[in-house]
């Protein structure tokens, strides 16, 4: 008798156990799907706030680095709101060796814009220095990706700033 009771409570523990372990692969589902789903909703909000009729990507680059070292860049446009940044050593390093930063993504309405970029540095001689561009763009209806090139003009031994649309 004792063993048919004590058979009895295995079994029943067996059963118990194997309830929970169902139990837990349903909740990591749930917790699967839920984070699928929040991934399908971000992907959702972003489309909806941000359409590709609106959007713009800002990138900046250097190339060589040799006159000009940048120390913060800042852009601003109609219609946009200002992008501004502050350059670490790191960053700076990073960009003498070929990186793209990217800068931002905006908000920016199908039409022309008159675009100013102010990059603030210091030149080879230790000098603070900034070089400018003020250039009109165009926005259409598919994302516009615009690059702040800043490159040395060995001729002039001197940096000037650039804008390069991809």
């Given at each position: ?68 070292e ?37 908000n ?30 165009e ?18 031994q ?9």
């Amino acid at each position: 008798m004792k063993y048919l009771l004590v058979i009895a409570c295995l079994f029943s523990s067996l059963v118990m156990a194997a309830e929970d372990a169902a139990v837990a692969a349903d909740i990591a589902d749930v917790k699967r799907s839920v984070l699928e789903l929040n991934k399908d909703l971000y992907a959702l909000e972003e489309s909806l706030l941000s359409p590709s009729t609106m959007r713009a990507e800002l990138y900046f680059s250097l190339t060589n680095g040799k006159y000009f070292e940048p120390l913060s860049v800042e852009v601003t446009a109609q219609g946009m709101k200002p992008v501004q940044h502050i350059y670490t050593q790191r960053q700076i390093d990073a960009l003498k060796m070929g990186a793209v930063q990217p800068l931002a993504e905006v908000n920016l309405g199908p039409g022309k814009h008159q675009l100013k970029a102010i990059v603030r540095g210091r030149d080879a001689m230790g000098q603070n220095r900034e070089l400018m561009i003020e250039q009109e763009v165009e926005k259409q209806d598919k994302p516009l990706l615009l690059e702040i090139v800043v490159a040395d003009d060995d001729s002039l031994q001197s940096a000037r700033a650039s804008l390069r649309f991809w």
